[in-house]
């Protein structure tokens, strides 16, 4: 297999095109036939540290589409002392190989060039993993994320780091990938680089060249291991952000040393730190926070060294995309987290059907699950991540039915979609004037407003698919029944869960008031939250925007466990004032009137006790409850009285339960109707249930 891939799929560009992003770049040997790749990114898809059938399916869905490179892994562990904090690929193992080139061979196919990024993480690791080996860094500083305190490393630690570097480079060129790059932002290679995590008083600490031998020593340990048809880059911070750390004029003279070391055949430029959570954030941002932060401190870089330069940062959509190629900014642009939520991003932009992209809404569903041991999968496509089992393109249906969706949130739109492409005729009936259901709640935030792409590009592949949507219907039996439908789905949502008080329930209003503007917030408020989503830190901001003094409480050791660590930073950054105070391991029991105020009476989990406190509201988020009303009015009337079968949802096999063979349809809930879940949950519920109806 040539390590040059060749255009010989129907993604392939033509030399006429102008567009910028569709211009190929030559890369040293290597002709990359568009602008586009995948940055380096660990899904978490490995079985036993290989990348296995569905790590694999996952690139090539991408490489189909017409993507000119795909950087596998995010990072590969090149020793057993680096052992992955999540599922990552284990290029210290020899049985990698075969696995890659598997990899590689199905990419190389469409045209796809493949490398991977290696990394020691040195310090961002836990001694407790593994092989339980100490985690090893140019310091004994720990990092906030991971809580481990390293060993400093000693001469004989550098010199086998160096060998298993140039080992596991040499593993990937067997493997037959076209090149890989270094991580150096937050692993091992810039805890040498970094003042603040390089305390070292040797030939590795002190001066910056001092601090960058050991990069220079590994870069040319591989060199020697891979030839020059090899390609080779290193993906970095060019400023830490940090006082005491370097800052972007050190970070350009790394940039003119790593090219002026002739060892390099690319820069992978990024900015920040990541050794906390708010760091990480800064450097991936999420939704709500600036678009492309970075772009331009890649391009002063390119601007100033003349060098091929690749970046990925929040470049979420194709006009930023193709501003930072028309610009001169960089030579590749990364779009990773827009690839999970559109794998066919590019077959797209060449077939000119752009307004069809599936909007990365920013989210970050995906790194946050995988910062929490879970696989990367997009919040609103569903099949990424699962690529084995769920289709990215969904395929005609045999026979034509009518089926009936009642509600058009996400669940209900993604159910009207799927049965749309399938060539099904689809009424939503829905009883609000607009769709959305929760999303739309959600999106009254300023910062999370990009959620309603989940909706708007639901909406606009339902009309162009000829959906009927019917709005202000409060479906009841008789509205059902009418259409004569063969399926109806019943993806009605919820409402506010009940607390649990022993008392005063009455007294008390909820998150979802305070979000939709339905109640003001008071000026001494409690809010209590059971539930640990977005809607109780989205209330609170509401809340403590207003001026008024509050109190957040919640029965968890943590806060707001479903929004996971990325999420959380811009709460707790608008949160961290003297007004807002933070009180886990507490659950409110009861409230009362107490004079002109409310007496919430606080109780613990681990001890009896009784601990009030006076306020003039109190705010609940305890989940949803099912409305459910409508399905069980039309269970008694269904052929399957409801029913699913698991084993055949699960196995991707037509549903053909049977309780009431002379009932006309057949009857399903999804999402929120079924049980309190996510957004993600509740599309996934649609996908894969519609897919085979």
Known sequence: ?????????????????????????????????????????????????????????????????????????????????????????????????????????????????????????????RWDKGDWLPAI????????SHRAFPKQVEDWDIER??????????????????????????????????PLTNTLDNDYGGSLDNRLR?????????????????????????????????????????????????????????????DTDAGLTDVIPIQGMPSAPHLDFAGEIRRELDFPTFHGAKIQDVATARHAIASGKIDMVGMTRAHMADPHLI????????????????????LDRIYQGGEAFCIHNAATGRETTMPHTIAAADT????????????????????????????????ASDAGGQVRLTAQSPRRREMMGIIDWRLERCAALGVDI??????????????????????????????????GDELTVTSWDILSGHVAPGRNVLLFDDAGDHGALQAAEIIADSGATLEIMTPDRAFSPEIMAMNLVPYMRSLQRPSVRFTPTYRLASVARHGAALRAHVASDYRAIDDPRDVDQVVTNCGITPLDDLYFALKPHSSNAGEVDHAALIAGLPQRVVRQPTARFQLFRIGDAVASRNTH????DALRLVKDL
């Open 1 to 125: 297999m040539s390590n040059r891939p060749e255009l010989n799929d129907a993604a392939s560009t033509g030399p006429t095109s102008r567009d910028p992003l569709l211009q190929p770049f030559q890369l040293k040997h290597l002709r990359l036939k568009n602008r586009l790749m995948l940055t380096a990114h660990e899904p978490a898809y490995p079985v036993d540290g290989m990348p296995k059938e569905l790590y694999r399916a996952y690139h090539v869905e991408r490489a189909k589409a017409g993507i000119a490179l795909t950087m596998t892994a995010g990072s590969a562990a090149v020793a057993r002392d680096s052992p992955p904090v999540f599922n990552n690929i284990l290029a210290y193992r020899d049985e990698v190989v075969p696995w890659l080139r598997e990899l590689t061979d199905a990419c190389h196919e469409h045209g796809t060039a493949v490398m991977i990024q290696l990394t020691h993480l040195g310090r961002r690791t």
């Open 137 to 144: 860094s140019a310091s004994h500083r720990r990092e906030a």
């Open 161 to 194: 780091l160096i060998r298993d570097y140039a080992d596991a480079a040499e593993r990937m060129h067997a493997a037959g990938l076209d090149g890989l790059e270094i991580q150096a932002y937050g692993h091992l290679m810039d805890q040498f680089w970094s």
């Open 214 to 274: 050991f990069t220079f020593k590994v870069l040319a340990a591989i060199r020697q291991r891979v030839g020059e048809n090899f390609l080779l880059g290193v993906r970095y911070t060019g400023d830490e952000c940090l006082p005491g750390g370097f800052d972007a004029a050190d970070g350009m003279a790394i940039s003119r040393r790593l090219k002026d070391s002739g060892l390099v055949d690319f820069l992978n430029v990024v900015r920040g730190h990541i």
């Open 347 to 366: 077959r797209k932009i060449i077939e000119g059907r752009e307004e069809e992209i599936r909007p990365c809404v920013g989210a970050n569903y995906c």
């Open 400 to 431: 034509r039915r009518r089926i009936v969706i009642i509600g058009a949130g996400p669940a209900g739109l993604e159910a009207a979609r799927v049965a749309g492409e399938r060539g099904h005729e689809v009424i939503i009936m829905e009883a």
């Open 470 to 503: 019917r709005y202000n219907l409060l479906a009841e039996l008789e509205d059902v029944m009418t259409v004569e439908p063969d399926v109806v789905i019943v993806a009605t949502g919820g409402y506010p869960a009940y607390t649990g008080l022993s008392a």
């Open 681 to 684: 949950a509740a599309i996934y």
